[in-house]
Structure formats: structure tokens, C-alpha cells
């Protein structure tokens, strides 16, 4: 079996899909002696593009865990997203997606998601950066929706960089109209301190001189 290194493409790691297992216990079955099993949970990595010919199964253990939370010594790079998908397996939720599902991408047609599903690709992310490979399995067509998909990347980041101003432009404006409302009212205290009839100090009268 291929042995994946999800952590091989940092920002587009491996998918992941999550199983139980029934496997053996050889010691407990020795001791038995008769066959005893045990649940163990696999974690099954298949790189973005591969149609499942490339699989890589993990026994998910506490170590693997903690690798994917903090990383390892080899260089890997804590995964957060696998972390996230395994506490969605393991809570009976769909499992996210790490990135733009491309069931949900707007202006998809069936006939093109059917090819992106039927050549492994699960996001635009993991379309948009498809090799020359990728595109092969695409098949007629698979250069335009490669282009496509970089397009509706480009345009949404656009959109959010455009969003992200707009909200900056709102608070500074509501920063501003504070600040003339307290320039307003420090003004009107000013007017009405300078307004007011000075008093003399109040203290006890000076004796007479004898």
C-alpha cells in the first residue's frame, strides 16, 4: 500500500474519511483461544485527484492525534482540518469540507460536477490547483474548468478583500461621528463653564484692626 504523507501539500491536504473496524485481537484470541474482536478506528487518505486509487489507511491512535494537532518530528505540520473532520465522524455529522464544496459552488452544472466528482476532486480550491494529471482526468473540457474554478477563487477573494474594506469604512465613519459628537459636548461644556458668574472665595471676615 502507497504510504500518503498528508501533510506533502500543507495547504490542500490529503481527504479524509473515517471507518470502524472490527479487526482481530490476536493476544486476546490466543488466550481465548478462539477468535476476539475489537473495534479499531481507520483514518483513510486519498490525495485530491486520485479517483481512490491512491488510499492510505492509518489506525487512528492517540499519537496520530497529537501529530495532526502539533505536528511531528519528520517536519509535519499540525492538520487542524483532520482534527475537525474526525470530531464530526465521531459525533455522527457530515464531515466539513476543507474548502468550497463543489456540490455548492454557484453556477456548476451537473454535467461538470459529475466530472469533478468522478475525477476524486471534492473543492474549487482542489480543482483550481490541478496538474497537468488532474486535468487529463478531467477529460475534454478539464482545462476550461480548471480556469473557471481559478476565476471564481479570484473573484471571491476580490469580493471579501472588498467586503472587509467596506466594514473598515463603517467603523471608521462611526469613529468619526463619535468623535465630532465629544468635540460637541467638551465644546458646549467649555461655553457653559466661561457663561457661569464668577464667584469670590467664600472664607471667614478679617478681624478690624484694633
Not at 29 to 40: C, L, N, Q, R
Request: some cysteine.
Amino acid at each position: 500500500m502507497v504510504d500518503i504523507r498528508p501533510g506533502d501539500n500543507e495547504e490542500r491536504p490529503c481527504y479524509i474519511e473515517f471507518e470502524l473496524r472490527a479487526d482481530e485481537d490476536r493476544n486476546a484470541s490466543i488466550e481465548a483461544g478462539m477468535p476476539v474482536y475489537k473495534d479499531v478506528e481507520y483514518a483513510k487518505l486519498t490525495p485530491a485527484g486520485s479517483q481512490g486509487t491512491l488510499v492510505s489507511e492509518k489506525v487512528v491512535t492517540e499519537q496520530l492525534l497529537n501529530e495532526w494537532r502539533n505536528g511531528n518530528r519528520r517536519g509535519d505540520r499540525p492538520i487542524p482540518y483532520y482534527l475537525q473532520a474526525y470530531d464530526a465522524w465521531k459525533q455522527g455529522l457530515e464531515m466539513p469540507v476543507n474548502g468550497s464544496d463543489v456540490r455548492h459552488w454557484p453556477g456548476v452544472t451537473p454535467a461538470q460536477l459529475k466530472t469533478c466528482q468522478e475525477a476524486g476532486i471534492k473543492t474549487v480550491e482542489d480543482l483550481a490547483n490541478s496538474n497537468a494529471d488532474g486535468i487529463r482526468r478531467l477529460g475534454m473540457g478539464g482545462l476550461a474548468l480548471v480556469k473557471k474554478a481559478k476565476i471564481y477563487l479570484e473573484n471571491a477573494e476580490t469580493n471579501k478583500a472588498a467586503e472587509e474594506i467596506s466594514a473598515l469604512q463603517i467603523k471608521i465613519e462611526t469613529m468619526e461621528e463619535l468623535i465630532h459628537t465629544q468635540s460637541e459636548q467638551i465644546a458646549a461644556l467649555q461655553d457653559d463653564l466661561e457663561t457661569r458668574p464668577s464667584h469670590g472665595k467664600r472664607g471667614r471676615p478679617k478681624k478690624e484692626a484694633a
